[in-house]
């Protein structure tokens, strides 16, 4: 695959968006709830029942770390995204490389998006046909393998804390200099 084959590339911001869309679905709706965590944690206050109040801090804090979570979840995806786009660059679809990238709907799409700005999505669309993955399949099959995997190192440094990732293309850059 060379510079001249691609499709035009995408700006920055819309791959981040394209990458982690589910995720700010879920980021939108954490900071709904904790907004009416709070609200209700206020009221309770109020209240002055220590089980009903207590109930509500533990509500709030709940939702408000899930934000955090999802924000770190996605800019893990995003180097996801850069390394799966930087590895199908250098040697084109391959089922070993996409084999990675199969263990949550999140990672399938940054692997997803990473294909569509190769115009190679069509490759990664019949694997997951071949492989029995359909557009409905969210729960990450780690969580489904191993039920005590919130204890796992491998689920917070995979799911969380995934090393920053430096392309080795600059597709975009490269693109217009072709222009």
């Not at 998006?113 to 409905?136: C, H, N, P, T």
């Amino acid at each position: 695959m060379n510079f001249h084959d691609l499709p035009k590339q995408p700006s920055i911001f819309l791959s981040y968006w394209n990458v982690g869309k589910l995720l700010y679905g879920a980021l939108l709706l954490f900071i709904i709830e904790t907004l009416f965590y709070y609200a209700k944690f206020n009221e309770s206050l109020v209240a002055n029942d220590l089980l009903i109040i207590g109930f509500w801090l533990w509500c709030l804090l709940f939702s408000f770390i899930h934000m955090f979570l999802v924000m770190a979840d996605v800019w893990s995806r995003f180097q996801n995204y850069k390394r799966a786009k930087d590895q199908m660059f250098q040697h084109g679809f391959k089922t070993k490389i996409a084999i990675n990238y199969t263990g949550s709907k999140c990672q399938r799409m940054a692997f997803m998006a990473a294909a569509k700005e190769l115009g190679i999505d069509k490759d990664v669309q019949r694997f997951y046909q071949k492989m029995g993955i359909s557009w409905y399949h969210f729960i990450p099959t780690f969580m489904i393998k191993d039920p005590l995997f919130l204890f796992r190192n491998y689920f917070w440094s995979r799911t969380f804390l995934e090393r920053y990732y430096a392309p080795k293309f600059d597709f975009r850059n490269q693109q217009k200099l072709l222009s």
